[in-house]
């Protein structure tokens, strides 16, 4: 499961990377679950952070970077798939990204 805080709660979210969408890297909450900021933070100790990186070539924009979005997408779910029992993954970040770079190179 990934939580996102949203406002006084950590609610549960979906990926939702779509190389269409404005913000290509996204989540969409699923309504699952939801717990209180405090009580998150009082039950959980951050141990470690991961920082994930895909690159992708070729010559149409949009297949270019679905294939990033993929390759980041296979990422999360390794982390997820590793996530031991009692502990849980959290989306950190505010905003997804994708950078250009010339030459058509998709990086994130």
């Known amino acids: ?8 709660s950590y609610q549960s979210v ?3 990377f779509d190389s269409k969408a404005l913000n290509e890297v996204g989540f969409r909450r699923n309504h699952e679950h939801s717990t209180p900021v405090d009580e998150f933070d009082g ?7 991961h920082e994930l990186q895909a690159e992708a070539q070729g010559d149409v924009q949009d297949h270019t ?15 997820l798939g590793d996530s031991a029992m009692g502990r849980c993954s959290s989306s950190r970040t505010s905003k997804g990204m994708i950078t250009r770079r010339p030459g058509r190179r998709r990086t994130t």
Do not use: W
């Not at 039950?43 to 952070?49: E, G, N, P, W």
């Not at 970077?65 to 982390?79: T, V």
């Open 1 to 8: 499961m990934i939580l996102r805080r949203y406002g006084s």
């Open 14 to 16: 979906d990926l939702n």
């Open 43 to 49: 039950s959980y100790v951050l141990d470690a952070t």
């Open 65 to 79: 970077e679905q294939e990033l979005l993929n390759l980041l997408r296979e990422q999360i779910e390794a982390l």
